[in-house]
């Protein structure tokens, strides 16, 4: 039976992860069915859903394509160079979403609506369907496909009918992945004029604090992330993906490409001229123009900012989320698994929502509260508690259990076994888990923008501000700064993609 006090703290910890949702509910009581609907029911939701399902549907299918045709390049057959093309695959997520906006902006002025949201959101997010994909590739059993050839069927044949199933896995949670950032993302679609709820929601809260349009946009977005969240569970289906034995031990065999060659290499160079070269590119381009004058004492003293805030906030997700990973993995149960599931879910809400259910909260009940550094770091940790739980986990199941339980033999109580011998052994999984929150706050905009205190400026932040100005080469060190920043959490997916394939 576990602690009690560890089962406390999980389920306090999950209880605020409710928060955003409970605001969704309270504030449509609140607001009145009759105002709701009026609310709801308007052009403007209409406008806003319509483009919002166009980009889903327009920018996923694409995604996919690009990816799994990448992946099945650097994994299944003979190009040259194939490592350097996998990890040039991933490393547009070194570069956040609305750097890629600020870079194609800056170099074609005139890009605006839904296909150049399409363009760049491709170009950004494709690497979460490249990932998974990639990993499944390397994980398959070759000897599906040599059954499947020794049937009669030609190549295209066995790919898309042994192999492109056995990846619904990876391409739904990877399409899931690319949705909901999709739904959550701000700076991207600001730049190049397209609306959507997050953006709208954004421009209502400048406009009036606190006003029931925003919450409303907030309810309809919340609706769409479970939509998708459903949605991607229907697709994925039931199927068993799992197989008895250990499957065949040797590599698959690679395809000669023959004069194939040529253009299977040009998908990835142009792929990474695309998503690398052209950011980095018109980067130095601003750099240089503005010379050393532009690296002056205020980019110091934001990046010094940038960093308290990413470390304090990485810290206080892993220290929040410790308890619950230690449960799902020494005392898993139901009750655990709903408090887990409280702990998951707020990572699929746009961080716009999580910021306007705290900016209503503190306004109309704990108003010392309101735009502190307090309630930005509650709204990290919500954020970003399902990314600290990931590392954590892991390294917590590979502490021998039995060391917990000798510990408690020689008069130790459950928290503190868990504490003194657990924890310190999941001590390097808990630092990858303050890395990867930190990082993710580096680049986190909505959620700063709306609850940041007066005079505090991020990285993030300040970027978007000297852009919003169209101060392209002021705001150059900051989107440079954040993809240095970037860089390590680009690295460390990349390596956790090739240990949990085995390679």
């Given at each position: 039976m576990p602690h009690a006090s560890v089962v406390i703290f999980a389920s306090v910890v999950s209880l605020f992860s409710l928060v955003p949702l409970g605001f969704i509910v309270w504030i449509t009581i609140q607001t009145g069915w009759h105002q709701v609907i009026a609310l709801v029911f308007r052009g403007r939701v209409g406008e806003l859903l319509v483009n919002t399902v166009l980009l889903e549907v327009c920018t996923i299918p694409l995604s996919i394509l690009l990816?799994?045709?990448?992946?099945?390049?650097?994994?299944?057959?003979?190009?040259?160079?194939?490592?350097?093309?996998?990890?040039?695959?991933v490393a547009p997520l070194a570069v956040p979403a609305f750097v890629h906006s600020y870079a194609w902006v800056s170099l074609v002025p005139g890009m605006r609506g839904l296909w150049s949201g399409v363009l760049v959101s491709v170009l950004a997010y494709y690497p979460f369907l490249y990932l998974p994909v990639a990993a499944a590739l390397r994980r398959l059993d070759p000897a599906i496909e040599d059954a499947a050839a020794s049937l009669g069927l030609n190549?295209?044949?066995?790919?898309?009918?042994?192999?492109?199933?056995?990846?619904?896995?990876?391409?739904?949670?990877?399409?899931?992945?690319?949705?909901?950032?999709?739904?959550?993302?701000?700076?991207?679609?600001?730049?190049?004029?397209?609306?959507?709820?997050?953006?709208?929601?954004?421009?209502?809260?400048?406009?009036?604090y606190?006003?029931?349009?925003?919450?409303?946009?907030?309810?309809?977005?919340?609706?769409?992330?479970?939509?998708?969240?459903?949605?991607?569970?229907?697709?994925?289906?039931?199927?068993?993906?799992?197989?008895?034995?250990?499957?065949?031990?040797?590599?698959?065999?690679?395809?000669?490409?023959?004069?194939?060659?040529?253009?299977?290499?040009?998908?990835?160079?142009?792929?990474?001229?695309?998503?690398?070269?052209?950011?980095?590119?018109?980067l130095a381009r601003w750099l240089v123009i503005g010379g050393l004058g532009i690296w002056n004492a205020e980019v110091s003293s934001t990046f010094l900012q940038t960093i308290g805030l990413a470390i304090v906030g990485g810290i206080l997700a892993t220290v929040a989320a410790a308890p619950m990973?230690?449960?799902?993995?020494?005392?898993?149960?139901?009750?655990?698994?709903?408090?887990?599931?409280?702990?998951?879910?707020?990572?699929?809400?746009?961080?716009?929502?999580?910021?306007?259910?705290?900016?209503?909260?503190?306004?109309?009940?704990?108003?010392?509260?309101?735009q502190t550094f307090a309630t930005l770091l509650l709204a990290y940790v919500l954020l970003f508690l399902p990314r600290a739980m990931v590392g954590l986990r892991a390294s917590i199941a590979q502490a021998p259990v039995e060391l917990e339980r000798a510990a408690m033999a020689?008069?130790?109580?459950?928290?503190?076994?868990?504490?003194?011998?657990?924890?310190?052994?999941?001590?390097?999984?808990?630092?990858?888990?303050?890395?990867?929150?930190?990082?993710?706050?580096?680049?986190?905009?909505?959620?700063?923008?709306?609850l940041s205190p007066n005079?505090?400026?991020?990285?993030?932040?300040?970027?978007?501000?000297?852009?919003?100005?169209?101060?392209?080469?002021?705001?150059?060190?900051?989107?440079?700064?954040m993809v240095v920043l970037s860089l390590p959490l680009t690295l460390l997916l990349y390596m956790q993609s090739k240990r949990t394939s085995g390679q």
């Open positions: 990816a799994v045709t990448l992946a099945w390049l650097t994994e299944r057959t003979d190009i040259p160079h194939a490592r350097l093309w996998s990890w040039l695959a190549p295209w044949r066995v790919f898309f009918r042994a192999v492109l199933p056995q990846l619904r896995l990876a391409i739904c949670g990877g399409s899931l992945l690319i949705g909901l950032h999709l739904l959550s993302e701000y700076g991207l679609f600001v730049m190049i004029r397209f609306d959507t709820f997050a953006t709208a929601i954004v421009d209502q809260f400048q406009s009036a606190n006003s029931p349009a925003a919450n409303m946009l907030g309810g309809v977005l919340v609706l769409s992330c479970l939509l998708l969240l459903g949605l991607e569970t229907l697709i994925r289906g039931n199927e068993r993906y799992a197989r008895v034995g250990s499957g065949a031990a040797r590599p698959a065999d690679r395809r000669r490409l023959g004069w194939m060659v040529l253009p299977a290499v040009a998908l990835p160079i142009a792929t990474a001229v695309l998503t690398i070269g052209v950011p980095f590119v018109t990973a230690w449960l799902s993995v020494r005392a898993p149960g139901r009750l655990q698994r709903v408090l887990e599931a409280c702990h998951y879910y707020v990572g699929s809400l746009p961080g716009v929502v999580v910021a306007l259910a705290l900016v209503s909260i503190t306004v109309r009940l704990i108003l010392p509260l309101y020689l008069g130790r109580t459950p928290a503190q076994a868990m504490r003194q011998i657990t924890m310190r052994l999941a001590a390097p999984g808990a630092a990858a888990s303050v890395a990867l929150v930190a990082l993710g706050i580096t680049n986190e905009l909505t959620a700063t923008l709306m005079g505090t400026e991020t990285l993030a932040t300040k970027f978007w501000s000297l852009t919003s100005e169209i101060d392209y080469v002021s705001a150059a060190p900051y989107a440079f700064m």
